[in-house]
């Protein structure tokens, strides 16, 4: 188990306002603050995973509950496709990681509004950033969607960036919501409500047709 490098900012932040509430009110009025840091501590966690190493398997990106499966088109895949939709709670892991080992072909960052990531439409109205992920056997794409809590998407690629499968690639601040569309040929293993745990659960399978 690590710690993401932002979480030891916010959490210092919360031990200094610890420390003068302490200091200029009285002790008791620094638990709050204390607590808050920990819990810093807490959600920027990122625990060790053991990564499927068979390039026909397709791992989560994110750590959740599956809210939808559905069929969708896509532009960078130009065939049709399944959209999984991974809802975060605020007590999920929220470090992101490739699905699958691949170069970075497209990247777009789409400002928008802050809605509950429960909201159907979240992925269209939402802020969000999207890479879409290219390797010899397919193209996948994956969304971090931006929620009424989650106000910051963080990414640490850009474009011709290469991935290995469950490679951390970025984060989302308190709460949000993680979608990745694959091929409608790729076999789909998980279903609606099923918890993931991202570079870990085992999303879909290639076809050997």
Known sequence: MSIIREGFYFA????????????????????????????????FRNPARKIPADPSLIVSPADGTVQDIVPVEDDFIHAPCNKIIIFLSVFDVHVNRSPIAGEIKIQKYVCGRFRPTYKDSVGFENERHLIGIENEKLRVTVTQIAGILARRIVSWVTLDDTLEKGELYGLIRFGSCTEIVMPASVEVLVKKGQKVRGGETIVGRISNN
């Open 12 to 43: 210092g932040g919360a031990l200094l306002a610890a420390f003068l509430l302490g200091a200029l009110v009285n002790p008791y009025a620094a638990i709050p603050a204390v607590v808050l840091a920990c819990y810093c501590l807490y959600f």
